[in-house]
């Protein structure tokens, strides 16, 4: 039987369903895994995506012909079934599973396994081949327990707080800031000080609030009073660093909450205070389990430490080789 | 170890010097005496002899994380530091103990003399003992470099707070504390921040080696030249020639004993007057001038001295300064009154091993700016400039009067970037050093290749760097382990010191301080230098 899934220059197409997934060029059918940049673009004529992402895609992509599935909710496309389910990795992030005459193929997208109140946790799902990601896919990339790290951020928010001085954040918008919002509400970081969000990160919170994601209380810059900015956690994208915006903290403390904080040269190369390591993707553990989970024979390797991952799943006995993508490595390194 | 792993993490965990200085003066005020001088030694720069061959360390770190040894280095390669890959890749401890840093350093130590299986075994167990942290620092104790963003200044102003006594003192009584094969224990850290006594804490040692800054502003900008005494920089080894109690000892800079390596200035050391301290350049003098520092690069690298050697290659001191006289501190005295005593030091002590490091006296800045490009003819780095009025400071400190050094301006080459490598530390995972070619004729189809002829990897912004990496990985032809060949598309600015015939290097030069000093990002590839270009800098006639 010809593979359900294949690679083309467009992005990854499934010839007997006559869909792409996450295209980066234009395209007649595009099924949507989630809504980072690089993963839904503009200018295909259907979208197919969860409800959950619908807002954010039409934040970000404007008035598409968007139709939406529930987690788990199955359609048929020329023959070919199609759900999504959970990948745990932002709000409305879903795993696309493609099934054909009992022949299941599954395209991850990016996907964690880590817990994150934020969105729907990753679900495994069963398939004779699995698509896999590879962001963090080195041995050196193991995560600490979410709750240690915000533990870290509200100790290092609260220390900086009564010294007198701000702490700036950078976080991706989308996803990122939400989970640290969550993060430190739940590690007791409520009574440090104010929460104020950068412009990007407070658009995207409105954007969770409404999906019914329940976010502590977030400030704009404009209404916080100097005083009580010096003991505010300020969270930023991680391009407003070294912008005039953030002149007006004065004195601050600046951290970085991302994967790559796992190796100190990442950390140290920004000259940053302090990295914290979280992530919205999956560590080599977290690889490794969710793939062994599929009960996938065979697996794509898409994005991030490629050549790394297909040696080593091919050493365990795997059928591993890659797809030629384009998802942005340098989008991916900013923010996961 | 968790008291010194607190510290580490504080100390990396902040860029200001006060934040270090506070976190220094914690971890101080709690450790142990023989805890504290270890930490004292290895953050003041000290590195014990390597107790575990790394060969032998990667490949039981690697057996113990169960990674195949392709993939562990693969880990290395993203990391780009051995101790950090290691604390990443080896599966959680089983019990997290509390051992003392000096413990630590004893159980590592003897490690050195023991058989392959009893290290394996010991690494093995230690390593179930230790946090990430931990695991991280032990490997950084085996193998050295903390670079954790403290200098040893910074650890010299800490211990003078402890103590409450003058940082000076402890400068002078760190000299020699880093040794490679240094043991300090308690008694040598309580000796450290004693109260000062005012007793010079070992006759043989030097004093605190007062360095110069670079001159960045024009040379008019430091005012009337009378003010000032003017010398060559000599090209050679910083070194202090200390005579007392009938005996020498000669230091580099770097605080190395080095008078057996010397035995000529060895000779003269024990000729001077007891209580004899001059500061002065280490050259070969040969035929009455200085030759080139690639002569005693050779010496140096040559484990037995022969009759031949100290006959072709005679070491000189280049006497530019009095630090002691009679056994009198000189070292507050303003630097023309240590000039005239030195001046009539080497008057009354005549020696070939011993040269005057003339003054050079001239009306105007113009004038020594005319004279100092003869620098290269001469064989010198440029000129130094010394306040007349200044102090013998320490380090590099200003307080106590300034020394510049002015030098002349590197030769430069436009070249190509043809092979990157990934870096290490902070450019851990970047490419971030290169190798560079020139053009070559082809002599058999008279077109043109390019050639390496030098490494390098300093000289550009974390901003240049950031788009060098991207371009290297979208022109990557090969990959030859953690090397990348690139399609030629880069051009830099390259400076270096001193260029020099090499038969082992394929472009049959070899260049000094190679540093990138700008992207030419105007220049096309085609329009780089070429090894004519490079050889005609050696300054010798066409062949």
């Known amino acids: 039987m010809p593979d359900l899934v294949v690679a083309r220059p467009e992005g990854l197409y499934c010839p007997a369903g006559d869909f792409h997934v996450d295209p980066w060029r234009s395209v007649d059918r595009a099924v949507i895994t989630h809504a980072h940049a690089d993963h839904a673009r503009t200018g295909s004529r259907h ?92 041995p050196i990339y193991r995560w600490p327990d979410p709750a240690e790290v915000f533990a870290d951020v509200v100790g290092w928010w609260r220390a900086n707080a009564d010294a007198g001085r701000a702490s700036v954040l950078y976080c991706y918008a989308f996803g990122k800031a939400q989970r640290v919002l969550a993060g430190i509400a739940m590690a007791g970081g409520r009574d440090c000080g104010p929460i104020v969000c950068h412009g990007a990160v407070d658009n995207l919170n409105e954007v969770y609030r409404q999906t019914g994601v329940s976010l502590p209380l977030t400030q704009r810059v404009d209404d916080v009073d100097a005083v009580a900015m010096r003991r505010a956690l300020v969270l930023a994208p991680p391009s407003a660093a070294g912008t005039p915006w953030l002149r007006r903290f004065g004195e601050l403390s600046d951290a970085f909450a991302s994967g790559w904080m796992r190796v100190r040269g990442a950390r140290r190369r920004r000259a940053l205070d302090r990295g914290f390591v979280l992530s919205d993707h999956a560590d080599w553990p977290g690889l490794q389990a969710a793939i062994a989970a599929t009960g996938a024979s065979r697996v794509i390797v898409t994005h991030g430490q490629v050549p790394v991952m297909v040696r080593w799943l091919g050493e365990q006995g795997l059928d591993a080789s890659a797809f030629a993508t384009e998802y942005d490595e340098d989008a991916a390194e900013a923010g996961a | 170890m968790k008291a010194f792993a607190r510290l580490y993490v504080e100390l990396d965990a902040t860029t200001s010097t006060s934040g270090k200085l506070d976190a220094l003066a914690r971890y101080y005020a709690i450790a142990g005496e023989a805890d504290a001088a270890w930490a004292t030694y290895f953050l003041a720069g000290g590195r014990p002899r390597q107790a575990v061959p790394t060969k032998l360390l990667r490949e039981y770190a690697t057996e113990f994380s169960a990674l195949p040894a392709w993939l562990f280095d693969e880990c290395y390669q ?61 490997l950084k104790l085996i193998g ?78 430091l005012g009337d030249p009378r003010d000032w005494m003017v010398e060559w920089k000599w090209d050679g080894i910083r070194a202090q020639l200390v005579a007392r109690r009938g005996d020498c000892w000669l230091w580099s800079r770097g605080e190395e004993l080095i008078t057996e390596r010397f035995p000529e200035l060895a000779a003269l050391g024990r000729r001077l007057p007891d209580g004899t301290v001059i500061d002065g350049e280490i050259v070969v003098w040969r035929d009455g001038r200085v030759q080139p520092f690639a002569d005693l690069q050779t010496r140096i690298g040559r484990k037995k001295l022969t009759p031949r050697i100290l006959a072709d290659m005679p070491a000189a001191l280049v006497a530019y300064d009095l630090l002691e006289c009679d056994g009198e501190d000189l070292r507050a005295r303003p630097q023309h009154e240590r000039r005239e ?19 050079i006296a001239l009306p105007t800045w113009t004038q020594y700016a005319a004279l100092r490009e003869q620098s290269r003819t001469r064989r010198v780095e440029g000129f130094m400039l010394k306040r007349r009025d200044a102090r013998y400071g320490v380090g590099r400190t200003r307080s106590d009067g300034t020394w510049w050094k002015w030098k002349i301006d590197p030769m430069t080459v436009d070249a190509v ?55 290297i990985r979208k022109t990557t032809i090969e990959k030859f382990g953690p090397v ?17 015939r090499s038969p082992r290097h394929k472009s049959g030069i070899a260049v000094r301080f190679p540093r990138m000093l700008r992207w030419r990002i105007d ?21």
């Open chain 2, 417 to 471: 970037l043809v092979y990157a490598q990934r870096g290490h530390g902070r450019r851990a995972s970047l490419y971030s050093d290169y190798t560079f070619a020139v053009w070559a004729e082809d002599a058999d189809d008279g077109g043109r290749r390019l050639v390496p002829f030098a490494k390098a990897y300093s000289g550009l912004t974390d901003e240049e760097i950031a788009k060098v990496d991207a371009i």
């Open chain 2, 144 to 221: 050295g470099g903390f670079r954790v963003g403290v200098s040893r200044l910074l650890v010299t102003r800490a211990l003078a707070a402890h103590a409450g006594i003058d940082a000076k003192e402890i400068a002078q009584r760190l000299i020699g504390y880093t040794h490679i094969g240094a043991v300090p224990d308690a008694a040598i850290f309580r000796a450290l921040v004693a109260p000062a006594t005012g007793a010079l804490a070992n006759p043989g040692h030097p004093y605190p080696f007062f360095l110069a800054q670079q001159l960045t502003n024009p040379v008019e900008t």
């Open chain 1, 47 to 138: 979208y197919l995506a969860t409800s959950q992402s619908e807002r954010v895609l039409r934040a970000r992509l404007g008035d598409i012909a968007l139709q939406t599935l529930e987690y788990g909710e199955r359609i048929a496309l020329n023959g070919v079934a199609i759900s999504l389910h959970p990948a745990g990795h932002v709000l409305g992030a879903a795993q696309v599973r493609i099934e054909r005459g009992g022949e299941v193929w599954v395209a991850s997208g990016d996907y964690k396994t880590d817990p994150d109140p934020t969105c729907a946790p990753f679900e495994a799902v069963r398939c004779d081949t699995f698509i896999t990601e590879s962001t963090f896919g080195l």
């Open chain 2, 484 to 500: 990348r060949s690139v399609t030629p598309s880069m051009v830099f600015e390259l400076g270096f010191e001193a260029i020099q």
């Open chain 2, 78 to 138: 993203a990391v780009g530091d051995f101790a950090e890959t290691v604390a990443h890749v080896l599966p959680p401890p089983r019990h997290v103990s509390d051992v003392g840093l000096a413990e630590w350093v004893g159980r590592l130590m003897s490690l050195r003399t023991a058989e392959p299986d009893i290290v394996r075994a010991r690494l093995f167990a230690y390593w179930d003992e230790l946090d990430w942290n931990g695991r991280f620092l032990m």
């Open chain 2, 341 to 359: 005593h030195l001046e009539a030091l080497v008057a009354r002590n005549g020696d070939a091993a011993l040269e005057l490091s003339p003054l």
């Open chain 2, 523 to 543: 220049k096309p590839v085609d329009e780089a230098d070429t090894l004519a270009n490079l050889t005609a800098l050696l300054g010798e006639p066409p062949r």
